[in-house]
């Protein structure tokens, strides 16, 4: 059976994965050599010379994370920044503009805005669920990248993909999707029009909170090779231990992305039957504005959830400094429940700008631990509010 044809799980457990073959060890070995012997000058064996340009544990996530995501070519990174920031250098050019969510993650404004703004990219902020705003403000300079997360972080909005890349294409642009929040599992762009895909492998992906990594996926040639080009020139490449890590992690995606989308959407039930409780933004809700397009494009709706208080800032602040079994921590994604307060923690550094998350929500990252004991730990953390 060719490995286009086989599911998800059996994919994420063997793309790229093949035993070693001289003692037929199962797990491949993890290479940490950082150079190649030549059989004379330029006699490479199967290509490998030096540990920034290719090395067999990188390569075996990379042909992991293509096999996921649908793409033909995928590129991993020490972090999800150093992607993003690989992947700007690799396709744009001073002159060149990025219309992008305007809930995107603190630091992809940040890494756009304050630093790669110095260097002659332009970008303008937008509502991703108004097509009309984003037609126009694709249409009012150089677009060359439409730039999308969905569902958003935090504020969990849920973006028509098919739609975004008719709107990029029309005006030669590229649409990427940010699928660090869906995963693969639970999403695959490329399949809905996308150009290119990118990751915070930090998080699902890893999924058990002990490594940070980036990746980008694509599906064709030439975007390929001027990202290939990058990632080589400029090195900011995931170390063997961190591939091997991520590989890990990945091989148990399916499994993991199912109990926290069982875990996401019983919380969130729990939270909006509660009367201290504003809003549940969760898309496996009914009530969530986004939730019917979530059902057409994601195949479940994952483990985020985020709940404003009615008590405001301090109702928020409490609850996120009294829970015993969420963890207050930035990041997400693994495993162990999380807590995060976005305004003073993760999105710190858009206060004060559009992308500014609201001082009385609090995001949840649900982890795979018993429900019972998830719900019961928010339901201790309420009571200390008045
Ligand atoms: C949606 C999203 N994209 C990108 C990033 C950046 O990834 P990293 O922290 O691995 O650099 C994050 C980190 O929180 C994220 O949440």
Redesign the pocket.
């Known amino acids: 059976m060719s490995a286009e044809n086989q599911g998800f799980n059996t994919r994420a457990v063997h793309a790229g994965q093949a035993f070693e073959p001289r003692t037929g060890a199962v797990v491949p070995p993890v290479h940490f050599s950082s150079t190649y012997a030549q059989d004379g000058i330029g006699g490479l064996r199967d290509g490998y010379e030096y540990g920034r340009g290719t090395n067999p544990t990188r390569d075996a996530l990379q042909e992991q994370l293509a096999a996921l995501e649908g793409g033909s070519h995928a590129y991993s990174f020490s972090?999800?920044?150093a992607a993003e920031d690989s992947l700007i250098r690799a396709l744009t050019r001073p002159g060149d503009h990025i219309v992008l969510g305007n809930d995107a993650?603190g630091?992809?404004y940040r890494l756009i805005n304050r630093v790669l703004g110095d260097w002659g990219i332009g970008n303008t902020p937008v509502d991703m669920a108004d097509l009309d705003a984003v037609r126009k403000a694709v249409a009012a300079s150089k677009t060359r990248f439409v730039w999308v997360?969905t569902p958003s972080?935090p504020l969990m909005k849920i973006t028509d993909i098919a739609a975004l890349a008719a709107i990029a294409h029309d005006a030669g642009a590229l649409l990427v999707v940010?699928n660090?929040?869906a995963s693969p599992y639970l999403q695959t762009p490329l399949a809905l029009g996308a150009d290119v895909v990118v990751h915070?492998t930090?998080?699902y992906i890893g999924g058990h909170s002990d490594v940070?990594?980036?990746a980008i996926v694509v599906n064709d040639a030439e975007l390929a090779e001027k990202i290939g080009f990058v990632q080589f020139a400029v090195g900011a490449v995931s170390g063997p231990m961190d591939a091997f890590l991520t590989t890990r992690g990945l091989k148990t995606l399916g499994v993991r992305m199912d109990r926290h989308s069982d875990n996401g959407q019983a919380v969130a039930e729990w939270l909006l039957q509660r009367p201290e409780v504003e809003a549940v933004l969760y898309p496996g809700l009914p009530s969530h504005p986004g939730h019917e397009l979530a059902r057409k494009q994601m195949k479940k709706f994952g483990g985020m959830v985020s709940v404003q208080f009615k008590g405001g800032e301090a109702a928020a602040r409490t609850v996120a400094e009294n829970t015993q079994v969420f963890t207050l921590a930035e990041?997400l994604g693994g495993i162990e429940s999380l807590m995060n307060y976005p305004s003073e923690m993760?999105h710190a550094s858009v206060k004060g700008t559009e992308l500014a998350v609201p001082v009385n929500l609090i995001r949840l990252s649900c982890g795979i631990e018993d429900v019972e004991d998830l719900i019961a730990d928010l339901e201790r953390a309420f009571t200390f509010l008045e």
């Open positions: 972090s999800g920044l993650y630091g992809t997360e972080n940010d660090t929040f915070s930090t998080k940070v990594g980036g990041s993760t």
